[in-house]
């Protein structure tokens, strides 16, 4: 056999017992030969091998022997399965031989080390392919979407400009976001980023044989360079990895596409980079055995010390990933426990040579980079799929591992075993404790101090000598009165029955009462009497119980009472302090030296078979946590973190750990400059061809904004020049229809001054509906100034008449109104007052509601019109700024039509027109909180607002969900139509904020459709289903674009405010029938 056979056939042989090893711990089957059968069917597929085991409905053999665990042989796989079961016939791999392995998989091995050979690809491999097949076709089919779908770019640069060194983000290119969370992860290491960035093809690239291995690794090498250059350098708020995932893509060929696991892309990956590193180290070193980076960074070694029915073994094993177990452990240490010690603990180190079996494992080396894979997912045999697990998990930011290394196994042991015997005490006193609180023999417990305190209460009671059935006729009809109505009050017992005595004989007058019936006690009425009778009794009490009998009891109940509580505090002092023992067990200096941090936590979201990936990444320059979200890369905190990653809280749980050794710094540490000593930052850390790639990538995308700005100039021109035509158009009809009546031309503007700049809702050409409300409040201050000043100058009348007018719009700005009342929508000056607008504004705009044209229908308001014309012509720009002046108005015609928007919005709602609902109150959230942004009083009440977003949201999800559940063809695809363009879009909307009400509601419509994956339905619908999920489950905060908001037309303030008074009460009114 050549030494390249060897090595192909310990791959596959490794490759064979990893596959082996998961196909035994999802499906729980522990016969070898069953395993291998499906292996074989499958040809290597998991999913298929687990639908075969699944359909035949295997029995696993009950095993009489006890089973041991075994591990891999010395030169196994690094990916090892610990904590797997091995079959009670598994063959003795404790022995150096390795024919035996070989002989075991022999059948299975054959298919698959002939495959590999021909191809170089592996099994395994071609499953992940279908991963990237899917990812691929998906991004294909992206670019047909239309822009309001997820995975579009917003056309504007702007939006896509990197804001500072805030760090770059990645595109999804369909299902991608694996990729990103895995990729972010690896590329904060700065020690790895450094080692790609610098990495360079073997040189003697060209003479080596290009087998499919060295096909794919260089290719994807020299991407992934280049992806990390532009994430170093680009302008670029997030780039697009699709020529990396094409690599990965091409790499593997496959006509099917199955959702796998990430974690199998994590392996695969670092294996391909050990590869491509491996060539170049081998042409590099001059050693037998020269150095891997990729090995040293990730790859560490644990000693496997077992005994199996009195043989002992050690094996030392290589390891990347280290899997942990989830389900069962409440926190990191406790899985860890529990991989590292499998079987009888008491056997391994032990005098006695037992029959036990079970082994310990101990790591010898640990890797600068430890990551530990949580596997979170299982499968349910009962349903035929996977599911995951949602118990909730904590984990350190700081781990210390001393306690699982091979220099401490003998202090470990010991202190394994004092923990051991403080939980039997544990146990003990908490069966002890919950006797004291769940005391009684029946159904129901309570507190045993509780009971002693109800029987001291009942013994307090006051007797009473009466049965508590004596005084009430049983023949009495509910509510303890008669049928009679008596007219007269003199006689209250006549409410109730007569004695049971009389009800057998002849009824006498109704008048009539007896002396039984006047000295009966009053029956307590609950709905005619306001208080209770002062002698009926609250509690029960007892009949008869003397002085002697009370005082003996009350101080037996007072000590035991006493006693109980006394025995419970002990108890739970005691339980409190075996915590504090347990949880310092491992707190002295001796087992702190070994720290390591947490780096990254790689999040999943959703079902075992659909969901959206992200990761958290601690930033130690700036010392806080970053989420990194596909284009999304925010500011974060422990705090969010534990919420979205601990799981047991919605459907978000972490699915890896990365952790970095603490005590060595160059894992994170920036690069220096070796002649200057600076900090290389941006393009200086990358060698000159990326640095010369970036920067043209750069250039581009400057071109591109450039582009952009030059296109909206000429935009914003043209609408300049229409605007300036439809002004002058107006103008011109405004004068030829205008009363022959001639103008006062030593105080009258010429009609292309001033006024026409100002805004249409403070003047307009024409007598429309808005005019006349201005024009009749001016004729009405006027009036008022006319009957109140002595002097009838016209400057004198327009100065009274400003400070009447004033006046009333300060009353109304500060007059507390219902909210179907607002006056900012009657007048301007009302909103610039209560948002403190300057003077000179408020003076100008005053100014120019006296200088309506429209009010000259008799001299007197003429002369004024025309007073108030001049004085506006004779404002300079530096008593007013223009500039100034020009913003609030357009800040107050922002705010009337954000406020056509929510009114259209809201009536459409109430009319339940969801889907047009949706687009105006959409708008008119965004729109709002731009003028909220400026003051308080800029805009209406945004929690409002957002309440009725979120609602309507809300029902087109249902409207939708309704719709897929039909199972209609049409049905189901209008519902999706819905989701993927409405309800989808505007999700990041919801998120942007994190308040809580929007969260809950996300979540309430993700939980919605992902209670649907437990579901039986037909194919299409697993389909569409599977094809909806992610983008409903993307958690990115980017706003993506979206329809563009519909035209509104303008509305006279009358009717702008009649349309809102008439909305807003009906909403309350819907509110208050609600309540």
Not at 274 to 298: I, R, S, Y
Not at 404 to 423: A, P
Not at 499 to 515: F, I, L, Q, R
Request: aromatic share 8%.
């Amino acid at each position: 056999m050549t030494v390249e056979q060897n090595v192909l056939q310990q791959h596959s042989q490794k490759h064979q017992q990893t596959l082996l090893n998961q196909l035994r711990e999802v499906t729980g089957t522990t016969d070898i030969q069953l395993l291998q059968q499906a292996l074989q069917v499958s040809n290597g597929d998991l999913a298929e091998a687990v639908a075969f085991l699944t359909e035949k409905n295997a029995k696993v053999p009950q095993q009489d022997e006890t089973t041991y665990y075994q591990t891999s042989q010395v030169s196994g796989d690094r990916y090892i399965s610990v904590g797997s079961q091995a079959d009670s016939n598994v063959i003795d791999l404790t022995g150096d031989d390795k024919d035996d392995l070989q002989r075991a998989i022999a059948l299975s091995l054959a298919e698959s080390s002939r495959a590999f050979r021909e191809t170089g690809i592996t099994d395994e491999e071609q499953a992940i392919s279908r991963v990237l097949e899917a990812s691929i076709a998906e991004n294909k089919a992206s670019l047909k979407r239309t822009h309001t779908e997820v995975w579009s770019d917003s056309p504007n640069p702007h939006d896509r400009k990197r804001i500072d060194n805030c760090p770059v983000g990645l595109k999804n290119v369909g299902n991608t976001c694996w990729f990103s969370a895995v990729i972010q992860s690896l590329f904060n290491l700065l020690e790895f980023q450094r080692l790609v960035l610098h990495y360079s093809p073997p040189a003697r690239v060209d003479d080596l044989p290009r087998n499919q291995k060295e096909h794919r690794n260089l290719p994807f090498m020299q991407e992934l360079r280049t992806l990390f250059s532009l994430m170093v350098g680009s302008k670029r708020k997030y780039v697009d990895p699709s020529r990396a995932v094409e690599i990965l893509k091409d790499a593997f060929k496959s006509s099917e596409s199955q959702q796998q696991d990430v974690s199998e892309f994590t392996h695969k990956l670092l294996d391909w980079l050990e590869d491509a590193f491996q060539m170049k180290a081998e042409e590099d070193g001059e050693e037998d055995k020269p150095k891997n980076p990729m090995v040293e960074l990730f790859y560490g070694r644990f000693l496997a010390v077992g005994v199996l029915e009195g043989k002992q073994f050690e094996n030392t094993e290589m390891f990347g990933q280290y899997p942990l177990q989830v389900n069962g452990f409440k926190d990191l240490h406790e899985c860890l426990e529990a991989a590292m010690i499998e079987g009888e603990i008491e056997s391994l180190h032990s005098a006695e040579n037992s029959a036990r079996s079970g082994q310990e494992h101990w790591f010898t080396e640990l890797p600068p980079v430890l990551t530990f894979e949580l596997s979170r997912f299982e499968f349910n045999q009962a349903l035929g799929r996977p599911e995951k697990i949602h118990n909730k998990l904590e984990f350190p930011s700081m781990l210390y591992m001393d306690r699982y290394m091979d220099r401490n196994r003998e202090i470990t042991r010991i202190k394994r075993e004092e923990i051991r015997r403080l939980k039997e005490h544990l146990t003990l006193f908490q069966q002890r404790l919950e006797r004291y609180l769940s005391y009684g023999s029946g159904p129901k417990r309570f507190p045993l101090a509780d009971v002693l305190q109800y029987a001291m209460e009942f013994a307090s009671s006051k007797p009473v000598c009466t049965s508590p059935v004596e005084d009430i006729d049983s023949s009495a009809p509910p509510g303890g009165t008669t049928g009679l109505q008596l007219p007269s009050q003199s006689l209250p017992e006549q409410d109730s029955l007569a004695p049971a005595e009389s009800s057998g004989s002849a009824s006498g007058p109704a008048s009539t009462v007896t002396a039984a019936q006047q000295q009966r006690a009053p029956i307590h009425k609950p709905f005619t009497q306001s208080r209770l009778p002062p002698d009926l009794p609250m509690h029960p009490a007892p009949r008869h119980i003397t002085e002697e009998e009370l005082r003996v009891l009350e101080g037996c109940l007072h000590r035991w009472r006493s006693e109980v509580e006394n025995d419970t505090r002990d108890l739970q002092e005691s339980i409190k302090r075996i915590h504090r023992t347990i949880e310092l067990m491992y707190s002295d200096k001796s087992m702190l030296q070994v720290p390591y941090r947490l780096h990254a936590v790689l999040v999943h979201e959703g079902q075992a078979n659909a969901g959206h990936y992200w990761a958290y990444i601690y930033d130690p320059h700036q010392r806080c946590w970053m989420k990194y979200n596909d284009i999304s890369v925010t500011k974060s905190s422990w705090e969010e973190l534990v919420r979205d990653s601990f799981g047991g809280y919605r459907n978000a749980s972490a699915y890896c750990l990365m952790y970095i050794n603490e005590k060595k710094p160059f894992l994170i540490e920036e690069e220096f400059d070796k002649e200057t000593g600076q900090i290389l930052s941006g393009m200086d850390k990358l060698p000159p061809d990326l640095k010369q790639y970036v920067k043209e990538d750069n250039e581009l995308f400057d071109k591109e904004i450039e582009e952009w700005n030059a296109l909206q100039a000429r935009k914003a021109q043209q609408e300049k020049l229409a605007l300036a035509t439809a002004a002058a158009a107006a103008s011109s009809t405004s004068i030829s229809s205008s009363s022959p009546q001639p103008m006062s031309i030593d105080c009258s503007p010429p009609d292309n001054t001033a006024p026409q700049q100002d805004p249409e809702y403070m003047e307009q050409p024409s007598p429309t509906n808005d005019s006349k409300h201005l024009q009749e409040d001016t004729e009405r201050a006027i009036c008022r100034a006319t009957a109140e000043q002595e002097e009838r100058s016209p400057e004198a009348l327009l100065n009274a008449a400003l400070k009447l007018e004033y006046a009333r719009l300060l009353r109304f700005a500060q007059e507390d109104t219902p909210p179907e009342n607002d006056y900012r929508l009657q007048h301007v000056i009302v909103y610039f007052l209560q948002n403190q607008a300057p003077k000179k504004i408020l003076e100008r705009t005053l100014l120019t509601q006296f200088a309506d044209r429209n009010l000259a229908f008799d001299e007197r308001c003429k002369s004024i019109m025309n007073v108030a014309r001049a004085k506006l012509d004779l404002i300079t720009p530096e008593e007013v700024n223009m500039d100034e002046y020009e913003i609030w108005h357009q800040d107050y015609r922002n705010f009337r039509e954000t406020t056509i928007f929510m009114i259209t919005g809201l009536e459409l709602f109430h009319k339940t027109k969801y889907m047009e609902a949706l687009i105006y109150l959409i708008y008119s959230y965004q729109y709002n909180k731009e003028l909220l942004s400026k003051g308080l009083y800029r805009g209406h009440d945004e929690e409002f607002l957002g309440h009725y977003r979120r609602d309507c949201l809300l029902k087109l999800n249902e409207q939708a969900a309704a719709m897929f559940e039909s199972g209609e063809e049409p049905e189901v695809t209008t519902g999706l139509g819905i989701m993927n363009e409405l309800v989808v879009p505007c999700i990041p909307l919801l998120l942007v904020h994190d308040t809580e009400r929007d969260l809950l509601a996300v979540e309430d419509m993700r939980n919605r459709w992902c209670s649907y994956l437990g579901q039986e339905m037909e194919a299409n619908l697993q389909e569409k289903l599977t094809d909806f999920l992610p983008k409903l489950l993307d958690c990115s905060t980017e706003i993506k674009s979206f329809h563009d908001p519909p035209k509104v037309p303008a509305y006279s303030t009358l009717e702008l405010c009649e349309r809102f008074g008439r909305i807003m009460n009906t909403l309350s009114k819907v509110v208050n029938h609600g309540r």
